[in-house]
Nanobody, 118 residues
Framework: QVQLVESGGGLVQPGGSLRLSCATSRSIFSIAVMGWYRQAPGKQRELVAS???????NYADSVKGRFTISRDSAQSTVYLQMNSLKPEDTAVYYC????????????WGQGTQVTVSS
């Protein structure tokens, strides 16, 4: 039973910042790839950032330079630091986890709403 518990969503003005958190169990966190997806109304879900157990990261072009994904092994938590937020970033953000050997994202958090608006 893999559980992903998200927090940190909310309303922020354009140009502002927000940090999302996603906590899971230590045993699965240590071997997993973690990612953040987002889905806006009427749009497909997209992978915005990912991080391997070794700390290697990847970002969607739309968020490069603005978002940072990181891992805290002590807390078994992955973070998404979102800076310079734009209205286009408004979406429900989902934490996702992939386990070996495929590392397919098969486990999902409950989602947290991020709204960027003045």
């Amino acid at each position: 039973q893999v559980q992903l518990v998200e927090s940190g969503g909310g309303l922020v003005q354009p140009g502002g910042s927000l940090r999302l958190s996603c906590a899971t169990s230590r045993s699965i966190f240590s071997i997993a790839v973690m990612g953040w997806y987002r889905q806006a109304p009427g749009k497909q879900r997209e992978l915005v950032a990912s991080i391997t157990k070794g700390g290697n990261t990847n970002y969607a072009d739309s968020v490069k330079g603005r978002f940072t994904i990181s891992r805290d092994s002590a807390q078994s938590t992955v973070y998404l630091q979102m800076n310079s937020l734009k209205p286009e970033d408004t979406a429900v953000y989902y934490c996702a986890l992939g386990r070996p050997p495929s590392y397919t994202y098969n486990y999902w958090g409950q989602g947290t709403q991020v709204t960027v608006s003045s």
